[in-house]
Structure formats: C-alpha cells, structure tokens
C-alpha cells in the first residue's frame, strides 16, 4: 500500500512540473512598434497601460470612429488579452507588432 501512495505522490509532482506556466504580467515600458503606423498617445486604463490610445495616422485614418476609442496593444500580451476581455473590442487590424482595437464608448 505504502508503494502505491508513493506511485501516487510521485506521479501528481510529475505532472506539476510539466504543467505550462503563466507568464507574469509585463512591466515596465510597453515596447515601441516596429514601425510608424500608429500615433500612440497615452495609456488606455490607466498611465503605465500598454494598451494605448492610438490616435490619426495614414495607417489608422479608416478605422477612426466619432463614438469609439481606437486602442493599440502589443500583439499576444496579457495587456492585449485582459483588454479584450474587459471590452467590447473589435480588432480592427495588426501592424508593427501591435493589435488595433476599436472600442465603443459607453
């Protein structure tokens, strides 16, 4: 019985140590796009957001909406997802590593 209870434990740390982790959230400054599309303006949810509101460039002219923000985050950072998941947001296109967002006002 003792060999089954050790098997067990065994096996419970094993797939703990297999189970993919969760990358921390990002800090610090959000990293520049790659390109000069978008016209980043400040943080959307608060100052160090790396979601930002994106304003009136070439690139970004056709998605300009009067009753919605247009907001830009790094394409796949968990600012990205938690914004998606906070919102009613609608991807509007990718450039220079980042993800627009179109997002009605409330």
Known sequence: MKKVILLGVAL????CEDAPQSDPPETGAA???TNDNLLLVRGY??????CQLTGETAYTGNFLDHTADLVSCPTGSSAEQSLVEMYDAELMGQTGGYSVYSIPRG
Do not use: G, T
């Not at 419970?12 to 797939?15: G, H, V």
């Not at 949810?45 to 790396?50: F, I, K, V």
């Open 12 to 15: 419970m740390l094993a797939a």
């Open 45 to 50: 949810r608060s100052e160090d957001d790396w």
């Open 31 to 33: 990293p520049a796009p």
